[in-house]
Nanobody, 120 residues
Framework: QVQLVESGGGLVLAGGSLTLSCADS????????MAWYRQAPGKQRELVAS???????RYADFVKGRFTISRDNAKNTVYLQMSSLKPEDTAVYYC??????????????WGQGTQVTVSS
C-alpha cells in the first residue's frame, strides 16, 4: 500500500503565501514524477506544476513566477511554495505521484486533497 498525505492548506489573504507538502509512504521502490493539481468548485481538476525524478519542473501559465515546486527525495516529499496568492487560486489542491512499488509495478497515486482559500 502507498499513501500520499498532504498538509499545509488553509486560509490566507490575497498577496500572502502558503507552502503545501505531500509525503509519500508505504511500499515504495522509487518515486518518478510528482505533481500538484487543483480543483475549484464547479471546475475540472487542472495541473498546477510537476517535477521529474531528475528535478525538471513545469508550471501552468497561471502560476508561473508565483509558485515553486520542489522535492526531497530522501523524505519522499514534494512541496509547493505559493506566493502572491490570488482569490482565483482558491481550490482543493491534490498531490499526485507516479510510483514504482516494491513489487516493481508502476501506479499513479493521489492524495486526499488540502483546501486553500484566498480571501480578498
Amino acid at each position: 500500500q502507498v499513501q500520499l498525505v498532504e498538509s499545509g492548506g488553509g486560509l490566507v489573504l490575497a498577496g500572502g503565501s502558503l507552502t503545501l507538502s505531500c509525503a509519500d509512504s508505504g511500499s515504495i521502490f522509487s518515486i518518478n514524477a510528482m505533481a500538484w493539481y487543483r480543483q475549484a468548485p464547479g471546475k475540472q481538476r487542472e495541473l498546477v506544476a510537476s517535477i521529474t525524478s531528475g528535478g525538471t519542473t513545469r508550471y501552468a501559465d497561471f502560476v508561473k513566477g508565483r509558485f515553486t515546486i520542489s522535492r526531497d527525495n530522501a523524505k519522499n516529499t514534494v512541496y509547493l511554495q505559493m506566493s502572491s496568492l490570488k482569490p482565483e487560486d482558491t481550490a482543493v489542491y491534490y498531490c499526485n505521484a507516479e510510483i514504482t512499488t516494491t513489487t516493481r509495478m508502476i501506479y499513479f497515486y493521489w492524495g486526499q486533497g488540502t483546501q486553500v482559500t484566498v480571501s480578498s
